[in-house]
């Protein structure tokens, strides 16, 4: 059984989050707290707001598109298994099957602002322009800015890839860049795209990295950019991270353009930490480093605001081709729901689910067929139940 006390004080991402938007405890260099401080000092009392008078805790859940529904269903599967003390106000929004409105992301916001935890599906965004630029994904993470995107790209133990033994974070800005819903027609077949980077939104989010950085007892930070060629907007970006990698002298800081990113992830992906990256950039390698040790269905991400902590797939897809089929991957959604554990201090139920998942990805008896096995989702889930509670000396 795993020991409750295993992995290191949780929790820490909130504080994290509340610091780099701006909070600060009023004896921190002589700063006082007013009334700016607002949400952005809620933290201290959420874990106390979150958890019901039974020691239970909600969750916002969100199932999503695709094989979303699935996977939560095997989260549920899990924690009932584990008897884990969380209940879940489970809401539907989706653009492709007609269940998106103002009303129904409203109830989501006001979920979430009673649990201040969510554990999300991919909200699917059509092509197709129907009015709106921004999707429901993009509103829902303004609403609550959830502004830093935390990727882990770890390798998994038993699961060969060409690249083994990867450890490495990528850090991305989520609230601006290229995906700030600002486009228009200036002409007739001329379409104008404005990136919008900001030296608020960039020092933030460069904090965020290097204490991220710091708390994880990691050493060097790298801010992926391209202002080679976006002198101003990556300019400014670059800037930033510059002059916050000064705060932080303990920590290895070094540039690169996102291009040469790219290469140098497939090629030698042993020199990455910490990569810290604007919107679109880090959307793009979030997808690549997942690629390096599995693919989609293997890497949890999360997303963080200064009051709200969202749990996800790293890689967001959708995967509709295997819906209802009974064959997707849930090793990411259910690392991610462990590291959600985690994060409400739930630390033994925690360890207890990602052992088990790693446990038998190690094994390799139960795998699906991302991972090259002919195992179902229900395959997979009950291997890992059957995992929780081990018979000793059999």
Excluded at 89 to 96: N, R
């Amino acid at each position: 059984m795993p020991h409750p006390c295993r992995h290191s004080r949780p929790g820490w991402m909130w504080l994290w989050a509340a610091w780099a938007a701006g909070w600060r405890p009023a004896h921190s260099r002589g700063l006082e707290l007013d009334e700016h401080c607002g949400s952005e000092c809620r933290f201290l009392s959420l874990q106390s707001e979150n958890a019901k008078s039974e020691g239970t805790f909600q969750v916002t859940m969100l199932p999503g598109d695709g094989v979303g529904p699935e996977l939560m269903h095997a989260v549920k599967e899990v924690f009932k298994a584990a008897s884990v003390p969380v209940v879940f106000d489970e809401h539907h929004l989706s653009e492709v099957q007609n269940m998106a409105s103002e009303e129904k992301l409203d109830e989501v916001v006001d979920s979430m602002k009673e649990s201040k935890v969510a554990i999300i599906g991919k909200i699917h965004t059509p092509m197709e322009y129907k009015g709106e630029l921004a999707s429901y994904d993009m509103r829902l993470r303004r609403k609550l800015d959830l502004f830093a995107n935390v990727v882990h790209v770890k390798s998994l133990p038993g699961y060969k890839t060409r690249h083994n033994n990867l450890d490495l974070v990528i850090i991305r800005e989520q609230t601006e860049g290229e995906y700030s819903s600002l486009e228009h027609e200036s002409a007739k077949g001329v379409i104008e795209c404005l990136k919008i980077i900001t030296r608020a939104k960039s020092q933030r989010i460069a904090k965020f990295a290097f204490d991220y950085a710091t708390k994880k007892g990691r050493s060097k930070v790298t801010a992926v950019h391209k202002a080679n060629i976006m002198k101003l907007g990556d300019g400014l970006f670059l800037q930033c991270c510059e002059e916050v990698a000064e705060l932080y002298p303990k920590i290895k800081f070094d540039t690169m353009i996102i291009d040469n990113c790219c290469m140098q992830l497939v090629q030698n992906p042993y020199q990455f930490d910490v990569l810290v990256m604007p919107n679109l950039y880090g959307n793009i390698i979030d997808n690549l480093a997942a690629g390096l040790v599995g693919g989609a269905g293997v890497v949890p991400g999360e997303s963080y605001s200064a009051e709200y902590a969202v749990f996800e797939m790293g890689a967001r897809h959708p995967f509709a081709q295997a819906v209802g089929r009974n064959i997707a991957n849930p090793t990411a959604m259910l690392l991610s729901a462990s590291n959600m554990l985690r994060h409400l201090n739930l630390e033994f139920h925690s360890n207890l689910i990602s052992d088990a998942v790693k446990k038998v990805i190690k094994v390799g008896k139960v795998r699906t067929r991302d991972l090259g096995g002919y195992c179902t989702t229900s395959d997979f889930v009950k291997s890992v139940i059957d995992n929780l509670h081990p018979h000793y000396g059999a």
